[in-house]
Structure formats: C-alpha cells, structure tokens
C-alpha cells in the first residue's frame, strides 16, 4: 500500500475513533473498496443519520479497528456457530446487535477464566475477527432499522398505522383474528418453536403494538394501555412484571394481551434488513446475513441436528 | 375481644413488626387459634431457622398486619385469579413466593394511575386481605423450602446427591437418559406448556443441577461448571446471559445444556410444600396452596379455558 493511502487510512480511522469516543455525527467519507473496521464503523454510523448517544453499547467488542474488511457478515448474537459461518464465508467484520459475551455491557470481569470465554476470544484473535455492536444507533435510524425488519418479515406492512415517524413499524390495524390465530401466524411467519402467549385466545383482535427486545416492563405497559393497542407483541420480559401484569388485566375482564417471540425472533429479521441497507454502503464489498437463530427448542420441536434454524446464511440482493 | 386479649395481640404484633423491622429472630410465640397477621408471620419466620437478611423482599405488600387470620392461602404469585379463589376458600393471609404488583420490590410508583393496580389493591382492601412475600428466608430454610418442593414433584428425591446441606436438593444423579427425555420427563412431571431447551438432544445425562426461579448469571454459570454437573435446570435468563452461554459451550463441544422450566414451574412445588410445612404451625387454621400455574400457553397447548391449569386447589393433609 502506498504510504499516502496508508496514512490516509490511519487518519480516517482515527476520525472514526474519535466518532465511537466523543458522539460527534463527522464521519469518514471515504468509499475505499477495502474500508477498515473503523472506517467501516463509521460510515455505518452515519449512514443512521444518528447521534451515538452517551453510554452507548455500540462499540467494538473484540478485534483490531485498524483491520481491513474482508466482508462483513450482520447478525443478531454472534454465536460460535455464525462466527465459524462467518470465516467460512472470508467475512472479518461482525455487526451483531446483541452482546457477544454473555451480558449487556459485555464485561468480561466475570469470564476472565472462563473455557467458554477463552475459547471464543481466541477463536475471534485468531481469525482476526472485529465484532461491532449495531444496538443503539440502529434503533435509533428512522424508521429504526429492526422493525424495518420485524415489518418485512410479518408481513404487517400493509397494516401499519399511520403516525409520527417514531411510531412507524410499531403499531399496526390488522384485519379481525383472534389471539390463537394471531400467535399461530406469527409462530409460521417467523418459524418460531417457543412462542408463548398470555391471555383469551378466543380474544378478538385488530390492533397490535410491537415492543421488540427486552424493552423493560415500562415501555411495555405504555404500549399495552393505549387505546389503539390490544395486544403488545415483545422479545422476553421477567414473568413477575408485564406477564403477571397483562394476566392480572385479563383476569380483570380488559381486553388486552401479551405475545412473547423471545428476544432473538423480536429482533433478528432487523439484522436481515441491515445486511440489505449496507449493500449501498460498501458496493463491492461482501455482505451476508447469518441469523443466529431461536436460541432454544422444545419437546414439540426437536431439532433433526443443532441447531437447525442457523444453517442458511442470507446473501441479500443488491439494488 | 375482652381488652386484655387485644391488649395482647398488639403487644404481639407489635414485637411482630419490630422482628420484620430490626431482622431480630426475637419472635411472638402465641399458638392463639386466631393469630393476626403479624403474629402468623413471625412464626412462620422464626419456624424456618433463618435471620431476616437486610433489605429483605419478606415484608407485607398489602394489608393490615393486624388482621385476626382466618386461613392462610400460599401461592408462588398472587394472580386476580389466586386471590379471588382465596377469598372465596375464606382465607385471608396470602403467603407468596414472588411480587404481588408487578416488579421485584413492589415498587407502586410506576402504577399509582394504574387501573389494573388499582383495581387489584381495591379488591385485597376491599376483601381485608394480608399480602405476606416469603421469599429470602423459604430459601435460608435448610433445606430450602423451595427445592424440597421441586425435589418432591420432579420424583429426584432418590438421586439427590450427598453433600452439604446447602447443597440438599440442588445436585442429582440420574439414571441415565439422553437431554431430550430428560425434558419430556419434566414436561410430563411439571405439567409444562413452555419448557425450553438449548443444547444437543441426543446428549447423554446423568448429573443435574437445579439453579431455580430467577436466579442470574452468575449462580447459573458456577453450576453448569461443576464437573458434576451436566444440564442445569432453571427459571429465566434474558436471552443474551446463560442462555447464550449455555449455547456456546455445547457449539465448542461440551457436554452441557440449560433447561428453562420457567421461572413459575421451577419454584412453584415449593410452595405446595409450603403450605403442608404451615400445617403444625398453625393448627386449626384452614390452609391451601393455590397455584397461580405457568402464565402462558403456546399454539400447542391452547387452554380449553383461561388460565386452566389454575382451577385446583391443593389443600395438604395434615401429618
């Protein structure tokens, strides 16, 4: 490489650096074939249009910013599986939306020691893997880019409602079913083995609020209150809140019901969506989706070989 | 009341309220027929040979401590539906495992303009209902209330490992099965609508840990690294901790998985057991478990009626 461009490079990493440290929206311009993970990072970033708020979770995990991208492999939690995926595919920049070693902050005080830990650490060190959170600021794009997805895949687009930008993807006017039948849709659509429902399944239903994630019980029961919402469809949320507060409301006689697709299935097909919005992003660059996939299966749904749902990497198609 | 009586029961419930206060294990020893609420309470307490540990959850939710008692009701969680089946069983001390208004503390503030607060706190004053939590020291009790309880319903009792008492019902030696029998077994013996598993099916087990209700990352990730430990059953974990973990570990090719029972299912015997362990506590005194049951159904296991695996009442027989 020629020292100029080298340098260039490092300048632009550094800007890019500089962008992860201080929340600043400049970013690095540059449409270099082979962006390093920083560069990469901070296109990404810009392309939001978003602020990287204080705190934020979105930043490297492991690996060196200074790594030319070989290709970048998005994915909602960068198991074993998809990192070995990933190589296999020659794809050196992970951006996963969910941690990568076993907490929220990805602190890894607790597995210093760890086999588990160690094991995946290396893995990454070894393959020269650089793993990128995508959380806060993927959310944060308008329209946020994991309901984009959640919309895509549930096939709710036509049923949106209309309503200020913050809202679009989240609430929905669909035409009358019952919570059996709406649950048993949404089992298909998303090929779910463990979703699991509180409330009537004889329950009439037309409007649904999606609050992905482990959005917390707050954000829940504001969704689950409004009129224009009768059935909050959510990631995962500890059973002694919103599951024992949207049982209590139906006991109560309210109309009004709780559908858990787990974190992972809330979520996942917003990773898809951001493989197919990088595309522009990084032309000639390889970009592949490689979903993680139910974490779990259930005696109703045993798995042929392990795991079963995470053996299709989903090339998107460029436009 | 002739005065002297009540005099008494004050005196009672006062030193009642002094032991939840200053955790002191200074406890009221009347035997009175009719104890308030207070009183029943600090001899449930002093009965478990436990200290009250600082910042205890086992305090009273709702109601006034000096209520005469006049049957005691325990539950894992105190539903609308748990409630009104106590009030109609005549019942007015509801002993629970887990919070009543719908966050770990029972914290109102977020719920002060609640309807389904609201409306659920009318009916425990509207009924004079006590809402006792009996949590932390259930679980100082040695052995555990809430694993005795378990270790009872799983049918483990025979394959409990030797060791500590603190140990005493948490570490088992099971004939050996593969991982998927081994969750249809605890499907079948739990009533399960919505066990969860990650790991390999085919898996070969004999040693299991029980890591019950919600008992985090940490506690989780120290069983599953005991040598003698292959699966650990559990209550919850947000997707991305143990759940993840567990994931990762069986991808790099160890022998271990992670059954999710639920957190209801994991600690709900225990207060089966509970209620029988009450019974020469309070002779005379009408007692009933009343299970709230596992919150959720699933497209395989729609209920005929909702909640419908809550309808029986378990009232112990006295030993």
Known sequence: MPKLAFKALLSCAGIAMMLLADSSRAACQTTSATPTAAEAIARIVQATGATLPPNTVDTIKAGDPAT???GIATTFSPTMEVLRKAVAAGENLIVTHEPTFYNHLDDPAMFIDDPVYKEKLAYIQQHHLVIWR???????????????GFVAQS??????????????????????????????DLKRRFH????????????KVTKVG???????????????????VQVIVVGEIPEWETILYARDAQLQGRKKALILLGH????????????????????????????????????????????????????????
């Not at 999606?210 to 009129?227: N, S």
């Not at 990084?282 to 970009?287: A, D, E, R, V």
Request: aromatic share 10%.
């Open 68 to 70: 030319p991208v070989t």
């Open 134 to 148: 995508f959380h806060d600021t993927w959310h944060m794009r308008r329209p946020d880019g994991i309901a984009e």
């Open 155 to 184: 096939g709710w687009k036509k049923f949106q409602n209309p309503g200020p930008a913050g809202e679009q993807g989240f609430l929905f006017t669909l035409p009358e079913t019952t919570l059996q039948f709406l649950a048993l």
């Open 192 to 203: 779910a083995r463990a979703i699991r429902i509180v409330g009537d399944p004889a329950m």
């Open 210 to 228: 999606y609050v992905p994630g482990a959005a917390g019980e707050a954000m829940q029961i504001k969704a689950l209150h409004r009129d224009d």
């Open 264 to 319: 992972t299935l809330s979520e996942e097909a917003g990773m898809d969506n951001c493989a197919t919005w990088l595309g522009p992003l990084f032309p000639g660059t390889k970009i592949d989706f490689i979903p993680a996939g139910e974490p779990y299966w259930t005696p109703e749904s045993v798995p042929a070989r392990v795991p079963a749902r995470t053996s299709a990497i989903h090339t998107p198609v460029r436009k």
